[in-house]
């Protein structure tokens, strides 16, 4: 089955509370389940990094929803592939939760440990962190 993966970054419209992130966390993790869209959301207050994988279809939809959404904006594209394999089949939206960098960065690490990540998704999270 053919898939697609996204990962992109955008800028929060205003200051984003913890929980605001859970809410749209909670949202995604039950619409993603339905559309069998699987990736995470890592969130540093201000700004979004976010990794989607599923169906083409669905995840160009998605991303059209994701773009019209007034939370965020500036979003910019990082990476688009197709692949054959999900990196994250049981994460309908994982949240990366950290205040400070490592848990999240070690999290993402672990699970991604022995596996093909053509993105560098967990040097790209890091410096989306460090930049914070």
Not at 54 to 76: F, K, N, Q, W
Request: no cysteine.
């Amino acid at each position: 089955m053919s898939l697609s993966r996204v990962l992109y970054e955008s800028v929060a419209a205003g200051e984003t509370p913890a929980r605001d992130t859970f809410d749209i966390i909670e949202v995604s993790e039950r619409k993603n389940a339905a559309r069998v869209v699987t990736g995470f959301l890592l969130n540093d207050g201000n700004r979004y990094l976010q990794y989607l994988e599923g169906a083409p279809i669905v995840v160009e939809a998605l991303m059209g929803t994701i773009r019209a959404d007034e939370r965020h904006h500036s979003l910019t594209v990082l990476a688009r592939e197709s692949s054959s394999d999900r990196l994250f089949p049981d994460w309908s939206m994982k949240p990366l939760i950290s205040f400070d960098g490592p848990p999240a960065i070690d999290e993402l690490s672990a699970l991604l440990s022995g596996r093909q990540d053509d993105f560098g998704l967990v040097e790209r999270a890091r410096a989306f962190l460090a930049r914070g």
